[in-house]
């Protein structure tokens, strides 16, 4: 049975990635570079700042200038943190279900803490959640198990009764390290879907709606 689940926030939860991307591409267009479209970009949104300038500036995080980009990004994204983002098609409904059948839910991501809340509260969600792990709420985020043991810790639930959806490899990896089952997002932000069978889950959705069919499994 499951008596909690959890949810990653970009590509699992909300659809981030228009945001994101308008942040990079007003990046790029300082740096006279072309805008990129959103489908480029799409897949690597839920890699964080590191991903998305890789994406863009073909830079890596020991570069010189890595530094002054991500700041100039996260700074741009920070003040349009919620322009263009909204839940998945289905996932306000599912939260519905999970409150209609007491079942708490949390948000657990590695999106660091100064704008998970800001997200959160501007999609009206902060207040609903039982629990908001983010980024840095822990020592060593995902994939190490950290963040979402302190999510069990936090809803006094068992690691074994919570289920987790999550739309990246590292989501797999920290729920099966923490001893949780887990779900993928395949409607989510996957950039290689041909490896979604080595990931260590229970099961995939395409659908928020269908994660139903595994809380009493």
Same mark, same amino acid.
């Given at each position: 049975?499951?008596?909690? =689940?959890?949810?990653?926030?970009? $590509? ?14 007003? +990046?790029l267009?300082?740096?006279? *570079?072309?805008p ?5 970009i799409r897949?690597?949104?839920?890699h $964080?700042?590191?991903?998305? +300038? ?8 020991d ?5 002054d980009?991500?700041d ?12 263009h ?8 409904e599912? =939260?519905?279900?999970?409150?209609q ?6 948000? =657990?991501?590695?999106k660091?803490? *100064?704008?998970? /809340? ?5 999609? $009206? %969600?902060?207040? *609903? ?10 020592? #060593? @985020?995902?994939p ?10 936090m ?8 289920? %987790?959806?999550g ?7 920290? @729920?099966q390290?923490?001893?949780? #089952?887990c779900?993928i997002?395949?409607? $989510? ?6 490896? +979604? ?6 099961g995939?959705?395409?659908?928020p709606?269908?994660? /139903? ?5």
């Amino acid at each position: 049975m499951t008596s909690a =689940v959890l949810f990653d926030l970009d $590509g699992t939860f909300a659809d981030t990635a228009p945001d994101l991307a308008a942040a990079l591409n007003h +990046l790029l267009n300082l740096h006279g *570079r072309s805008p990129m479209s959103l489908e480029a970009i799409r897949p690597q949104a839920s890699h $964080g700042s590191p991903g998305l +300038l890789k994406l863009g500036f073909n830079i890596e995080p020991d570069a010189p200038n890595f530094a002054d980009l991500r700041d100039a990004f996260l700074d741009y994204y920070a003040n349009h943190i919620c322009v263009h983002t909204t839940l998945f098609p289905g996932m306000a409904e599912l =939260v519905e279900i999970l409150e209609q059948r007491g079942l708490p839910w949390g948000i =657990v991501t590695n999106k660091p803490h *100064r704008f998970t /809340l800001p997200l959160m509260q501007a999609l $009206g %969600y902060a207040q *609903r959640t039982a629990c908001l792990i983010s980024g840095d709420t822990c020592a #060593r @985020a995902k994939p190490f198990p950290d963040p979402l043991l302190k999510a069990s810790e936090m809803l006094k639930i068992a690691p074994q009764l919570c289920l %987790y959806l999550g739309d990246d490899k590292r989501d797999a990896e920290a @729920a099966q390290a923490a001893g949780m #089952r887990c779900i993928i997002a395949r409607y $989510g932000y996957i950039s290689s879907p041909e490896e +979604l069978s080595n990931w260590p889950a229970q099961g995939g959705i395409d659908l928020p709606s269908q994660l /139903l069919q595994y809380l009493t499994v």
